[in-house]
């Protein structure tokens, strides 16, 4: 499969508008409007839309600066020697903007006084659809490619300005991630009614792309880092972990009960 387009969208004198920042900025538009609509749709409680927008003027930069710092970290062995490129925009990591982004809404909920666990729920449905949108950019732009293979949609980026490899064929591990992506949507909508306890969604959804995360970096093409184990599985196991035990905790504190029945209703007007 031979990826021909053009990475650049157009160009603005010197600076180069790439789809991979256009589809970025869609991803942040339409993950932010997937959460506010499901807060004003369903009420959610004492979770105002309002409340998810001034969320997320607080939220989509801690995700920015979380992905720049997961990206200096997996690309370490580059930045070691290269210190001056630390700041800068090119090179993002999708574990850092979720975490980057989570730590900051969390850390601004709190202050305010905004149901953490309700918030985190809305957010994943959220967070899943700006991944999504956001891989699309990666595939056009030709990174976060994967290992060679024979397969039959083994993909090469054939433009000169992609970033993808232009003579063997890859994993097309963006479309993967994509697709994993959607499968993990699917499973949480289908458990909005079963899930009892604020937060368990989150917490689902955050252990399930650990675990996606993990198994489809064995086809990413990227350094190892311990024991075989690259960066970005080195921090899919340690979110896995610390989400496992956060769930253990919120159903021994409070267990299911009528009065934590799950509040995304499919029969509302």
């Not at 290269?82 to 809404?105: C, K, N, Q, R, V």
């Not at 030709?142 to 992609?162: A, K, M, R």
Request: aromatic content about 12%.
């Amino acid at each position: 499969m031979d990826i021909g387009v053009d990475p650049v969208l157009f160009n603005l004198g010197s600076l180069e508008i790439r789809w991979y920042g256009v589809m970025v900025a869609l991803a942040v538009l339409f993950g932010v409007s997937v959460s506010a609509i499901l807060a004003k749709k369903e009420g959610l409680g004492n979770l105002t839309q309002n409340q998810v927008l001034s969320v997320a003027i607080w939220a989509v930069p801690g995700g920015v600066i979380g992905a720049r710092l997961i990206h200096v970290f997996d690309e370490w062995s580059y930045f070691v020697d290269h210190p001056s490129d630390i700041i800068g925009g090119e090179g993002m990591g999708i574990f850092g903007a979720i975490l980057g982004g989570t730590i900051t809404a969390v850390i601004y909920a709190r202050i305010v006084g905004i149901p953490i666990g309700r918030l985190c729920d809305v957010g994943a449905f959220g967070l899943l659809v700006a991944q999504a949108i956001g891989r699309v950019g990666c595939f056009v732009n030709g990174c976060c490619y994967g290992t060679t293979t024979d397969l039959p949609w083994g993909t090469v980026w054939t433009h000169p300005d992609s970033y993808g490899p232009v003579i063997e064929a890859v994993h097309p591990t963006q479309i993967y991630e994509l697709l994993f992506d959607l499968v993990i949507f699917g499973l949480i909508w289908s458990l909005r009614h079963r899930i009892k306890i604020p937060g368990a969604i989150y917490l689902i959804y955050i252990s399930a792309y650990s675990i996606g995360r993990f198994m489809l970096s064995f086809w990413r093409e990227n350094e190892e880092a311990f024991l075989g184990l690259q960066q970005a599985q080195l921090v899919s196991l340690v979110v896995l972990v610390v989400a496992v035990g956060l769930m253990v905790y919120l159903y021994r504190k409070e267990p299911p009960g009528p009065e934590n029945m799950a509040y995304i209703d499919d029969t509302a007007s």
